[in-house]
Each structure stands twice: as structure tokens, then as C-alpha cells.
């Protein structure tokens, strides 16, 4: 099934900070665009890294402490302790910022930039292309939205890609309804391979939150795919004894 891409949601308007900004530049863009974070990027417009409202905040929540000198050069204390001395003192926005940054490519797919926000528990995620140049950025916000997606253009998703498709059934077959993302299968299917299929792909759709299974089946062809199995084991024992 295919997701959809960043590059669908993505907003490609992207307020940004050029590197040599000044933290009382970086606080106004902050404050007067009403957002929490922003990429900073070089001349050629390539991001080298995020400066959020938390770095400047501990900016100046550091100034008046010192790393202490005593923990060993090479402990994660020592360098989160040197990082934030420096900070401290930063005066511009690369200085300010958090790097590397976390991107992603427009060809990556929603669930893809979900994960990737989960994991590294952030909020945003500046796009960039092959060369690395900002193109856009998407946010929590861009990704909910596909949950929000209206209930008739998810009834024709099911209909399309799943069983007319992918199962190559006639529109008119199964009756297929959705009520707040919520999808309800009806009717009857040939064999009960093809049920599990439309219920898995149904549920892969992007917007869909739950599949309400109804279907019934004809046939029941799980014991006949185990006996082909069975099958080719057989042959293929009795193939290499050749």
C-alpha cells in the first residue's frame, strides 16, 4: 500500500535563519512567526543544523554556570558540560543551534517522518533535497492531518487500490462504508485468502484508524495453500535426489 509522501504535506514556505543571525534575530522570527523552532542554513541555503526556543532559553539559563573541570574529557557529562558553556555565550544562530540536523526527503513517506520524529523526540523536521537545500519542512501538525482526511476520499481509496486494484473485484461487490476513519467491510469474497488481504491493505491506508470486518467467503482456501506447500517440499526433495 502505498503512504503518502512528506513532499504532499510538507510546508514548503519555511520561515529560516541564516547562520550568522543574531540571537536577538533568531528570538524576533521566533516570537513574530508564533513557531518553536527553525532551521539554520548556510549561503547556498543547505541546513546545518536547528535552533529551537530551548536553546535559547539555555543559553541564557547557562551563562552564570561553568562545566565542571574535574569529570573526565570523555564522559557524556563533560561534553553536554562544554556544550553548554558554550552556549552560553553564543551570539549568533549557528552558535545557538542544535546539529546535526534531522531531515528528511521529500520522496520519504508520513509514516517514515513519524517514526523518525518519535524517535528522536522532536517536533519538526526540515525537508531537504539531494543536495541538501531546504525545500520545506513538516511538523506534528502536517502528520495529523492525514488522520483527517474526509471519509469519502478514504471509501474510494478502499474501493480503488484495494479491492478493484489489488483483488481485481468489481466496484459494486463489496459494500464498503467509513464513519470517522473508521472502515466497515460487508459481503462475500471467493476465498478467505482474499479477506485477510483486503482487511491488512485497508488498515495500511493512510487516515484509516480502524477495519470493521464483516466479509464472509465461498471458499476456504488455507488448507489448500498449506497442501501446496506440502507439495512443493515433496518435489523439491525428489528434485535433488536426482
Request: proline letters at 4%; hydrophobic letters at 40%; aromatic letters at 2%.
Amino acid at each position: 500500500m502505498k503512504h503518502r509522501k512528506i513532499g504532499h504535506v510538507m510546508t514548503s514556505d519555511v520561515v529560516r535563519v541564516p547562520e550568522n543571525a543574531t540571537f536577538r534575530e533568531v528570538a524576533e522570527l521566533l516570537a513574530r512567526h508564533r513557531i518553536s523552532g527553525l532551521p539554520v542554513v548556510d549561503t547556498d541555503d543547505r541546513v546545518i543544523g536547528v535552533v529551537s526556543e530551548t536553546d535559547l532559553m539555555r543559553r541564557q539559563s547557562d551563562r552564570d554556570t561553568h562545566p565542571r573541570r574535574w569529570l573526565p574529557a570523555l564522559t557524556s557529562r563533560a561534553r553536554a558540560a562544554r556544550e553548554a558553556a558554550g552556549k552560553a555565550h553564543a551570539m549568533t544562530a549557528r552558535e545557538l543551534m542544535s546539529r546535526p540536523a534531522v531531515c528528511v526527503h521529500p520522496q520519504e513517506t508520513v509514516v517514515d517522518a513519524a517514526r523518525t520524529m518519535a524517535h528522536h523526540r522532536i517536533k519538526r523536521l526540515p525537508v531537504t533535497d539531494e543536495e541538501n537545500r531546504l525545500v520545506g519542512i513538516v511538523t506534528r501538525h502536517d502528520l495529523l492531518g492525514v488522520f483527517l482526511r474526509p471519509d469519502a476520499e478514504l471509501r474510494a481509496e478502499v474501493i480503488d487500490e484495494v479491492l478493484v486494484g489489488t483483488l481485481w473485484l468489481a466496484p459494486q461487490t463489496i459494500r464498503v462504508s467509513v464513519a470517522d476513519g473508521i472502515v466497515k467491510l460487508q459481503g462475500r469474497m471467493e476465498k478467505k485468502s482474499e479477506i485477510d488481504i483486503a482487511v491488512r491493505m485497508t488498515g495500511q491506508i493512510d487516515g484509516v484508524l480502524a477495519v470493521v470486518n464483516h466479509l464472509t467467503f465461498r471458499v476456504d482456501d488455507s488448507r489448500l495453500r498449506l497442501d501446496d506447500r506440502t507439495l512443493h517440499g515433496v518435489a523439491d526433495d525428489w528434485m535433488r535426489k536426482l
